[in-house]
């Protein structure tokens, strides 16, 4: 059985909830690590406080932008030209969407890219 848009399109929802969470509890457990730090007098303690802070900055801009890209998926399949490739307009792959549902790149032109970018 091949999956069909309508599925992503539930897959991406159900994304959107999970990715939607976890950029809440990232943004409030950050502001707890930013009022936290610096209010120890030892040293050790603080420099792992700002590396664990550090970490979780990064998790939670990689989590933004991946519910941005769900986002954008879910707008485009609103304008039906949700699984069309962005950069040259063919139909991307089932079996691509099926593993990365917000792709907005066919595999030959997100190959290219990442070739392009030095991946
Ligand atoms: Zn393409």
Redesign the pocket.
């Known amino acids: 059985m091949t999956t069909t848009k309508q599925e992503l399109y539930d897959v991406l929802l159900g994304l959107r909830e999970t990715y939607r969470d976890k950029v809440a509890q990232m943004e409030s457990a950050q502001v707890l690590d930013i009022t936290g730090t610096g209010y120890t007098n030892h040293q050790a303690e603080d420099a792992t406080a700002v590396y664990e802070q550090t970490v979780g900055a990064s998790t939670l801009r990689a989590a933004q932008t991946r519910l941005r890209q769900i986002d954008e998926a879910l707008a485009k399949y609103a304008d039906g030209t949700y699984g069309v490739?962005?950069?040259?307009?063919?139909e991307?792959d089932i079996a691509r969407l099926e593993a990365i549902p917000y792709t907005t790149?066919?595999?030959?032109?997100?190959e290219t890219r990442d070739y392009q970018a030095g991946v």
């Open positions: 490739c962005e950069n040259c307009g063919q991307i790149l066919c595999l030959r032109c997100a």
